[in-house]
């Protein structure tokens, strides 16, 4: 994100008002009128009049927080309507033709970061750390690929959570779950699990510190690939994967020594800052609502949280509320899906979420584990292939691969997540498609989240450093190794030789 693009765009102005009766009717009844079902597929969002920030408000809205206070929830709502937007419509649009290159087969998407954001974790170093991995990463995957890699953090807006129960059961006490730090506090008091509108403020106050940081990393001097050798972080550098690191920096350092010989000039911003974007699931819809601006160049709605954003797998439903107020807005989307998804169903939710078939606008981002992915992603993309839709695939090889250990944490196995990995690899090279990106939940600390891989943590040394405020993450060298095995695979796809 160049700040300078943040210049291309003028002002922009809010127009829809949020009223508390809106919000109240949010979670109990649908709409008489699906709108999804009764809109051309050919309409433009933009152009249609029965969208509006707040329509969803008239389909369910599942895993949504029920606010006992209406006012208290009107009147965040009314602050955030009025704060500086987060991102600007013109880098969401340079996103968007990033991505409609990959859904060309030219590039790969990189997305990464927390399962989710917290007050208690924020500091710089955490995004410093994250942010350094992702360059990391995505060296490896740019000179390893020789493709363009789009970077895309799960930052600055990555707080609400999808829960499988409405309330948690402890010793004979229910209280509701905690659904992320901007929806209410992990503790287990009815104090700390009441629904707390106010935390939306305060999640956006703190993105709007964590994007902040990002512009600088991606601007101010940290991204220049001169630099490419301080990425690596201290506790990967003793491990095989940091020193396979080491090996191809020292090779691209050669590289870029002979392009400064030929005359080339590497303090140019190509090489020394990088176009860093942000995304996050749009579940907890008050908040995107209020931070839905009308572009004053072109009349398009914009979200300005984020630059992309997904609807989980949960909340997925064609009738349901988030895809209600995805439609509508300009920026690309992401969908989440697992085996329950049928290729009828995906071409509903394609034609719902893009319905003019814009390339770059919807990725699908396939999450079922390595043995439903071989049996149920060809049919899905046989569909898309024979329905003729632009999509970008991308693999969250994560998701479909969590289990509890008898110690009672929440892992991930990384020889699963590598073999959901090779599964999604190998189901595009069966197709004839483009494997076009990567979502995993990772972070740049030495965390012991996650079992297995380079690091070689285990079911007992889970519980050393086990940090997450949710899912368990990839640590630095575990990311770092899935670098690696996407660099190999998209050199054997273009008949490169190994690294
Ligand atoms: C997530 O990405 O954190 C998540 C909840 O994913 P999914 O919707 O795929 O379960
Ligand atoms: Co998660």
């Keep these: 994100m160049r700040l300078s693009t943040a210049l291309l765009i003028a002002g922009l102005s809010r127009a829809a008002a949020f009223t508390p009766a809106s919000l109240s009717t949010n979670v109990a009844h649908k709409s008489a009128l699906s709108v999804a079902s009764v809109r051309p597929e050919t309409s433009s969002p933009a ?12 389909a369910v809205a599942k895993q949504m927080p029920i606010y006992e206070d209406q006012e208290e929830l009107a009147g965040a709502v009314k602050e955030l309507e ?9 880098e969401v649009r340079s996103l968007h033709e990033k991505l409609a290159r990959v859904s060309q087969g030219q590039g790969f998407v990189l997305m990464g970061g927390d399962c989710a954001e917290s007050f208690k ?45 409405p309330n948690e059961v402890i010793d004979g006490v229910s209280l509701p779950s905690y659904r992320g730090d901007n929806v209410n506090q992990e503790e287990f008091t009815p104090e700390a699990r009441r629904n707390d509108p106010n935390l939306m403020v305060k999640a956006y106050y703190q993105s709007a510190q964590t994007l902040n940081i990002l512009r600088a990393f991606s601007t101010g001097g940290f991204a220049d690939i001169s630099r490419l050798h301080a990425w690596n972080l201290d506790f990967v550098e003793d491990t095989a994967e940091g020193s396979r690191y080491r090996k191809l920096a020292s090779k691209v350092d050669e590289s870029l020594r002979f392009m400064k010989a030929i005359g080339i000039d590497t303090s140019s911003p190509e090489f020394t800052s990088v176009d860093f974007y942000t995304a996050h699931e749009c579940l907890l819809l008050p908040y995107e609502q209020a931070l839905t601006r009308q572009d004053s160049t072109t009349g398009k709605w914009y979200d300005c949280s984020s630059h992309m954003l997904w609807v989980g797998e949960r909340t997925r439903d064609l009738d349901g509320a988030h895809l209600e107020f995805t439609r509508g807005i300009g920026n690309p989307l992401g969908v989440k899906v697992s085996d329950k998804c049928t290729p009828d169903e995906l071409i509903r939710i394609i034609n719902t979420m893009n319905p003019q078939n814009i390339p770059g606008k919807l990725s699908i981002i396939v999450r079922m584990g390595a043995e439903k992915l071989r049996k149920n992603l060809p049919e899905l993309i046989r569909a898309v292939q024979r329905e003729g839709k632009a999509v970008v695939w991308i693999s969250d090889p994560v998701h479909g691969n969590t289990r509890k250990t008898d110690g009672g944490f929440k892992t991930r196995d990384f020889d699963n997540v590598r073999a959901e990995l090779r599964a999604f690899f190998d189901v595009h090279d069966e197709m004839g498609s483009h494997p076009g990106g990567v979502h995993v939940e990772m972070t740049g600390e030495d965390v012991t989240e996650c079992t297995g891989g380079v690091s070689s943590v285990t079911d007992e040394s889970l519980k050393e450093r086990y940090n997450t405020a949710c899912d368990p993450r990839l640590n630095g060298s575990q990311a770092l190794e899935l670098a690696f095995l996407i660099a190999e695979r998209m050199r054997l796809r273009t008949g490169l030789p190994s690294l």
Aim: overall charge positive; hydrophobic content about 45%.
């Design 47 to 58: 152009a249609s009049d029965d969208w509006s920030p707040e329509s969803w408000t008239n």
């Design 82 to 90: 009025k704060v500086a937007p987060l991102v600007f419509a013109g």
């Design 121 to 165: 974790e924020f500091h710089v170093n955490h995004i410093r750390d994250t942010f350094r991995v992702i360059m990391q990463m995505s060296l490896v995957m740019t000179f390893g690929s020789a493709m363009p890699v789009v970077k895309i953090g799960r930052m600055a807006g990555q707080f609400a959570k999808p829960r499988s129960e």
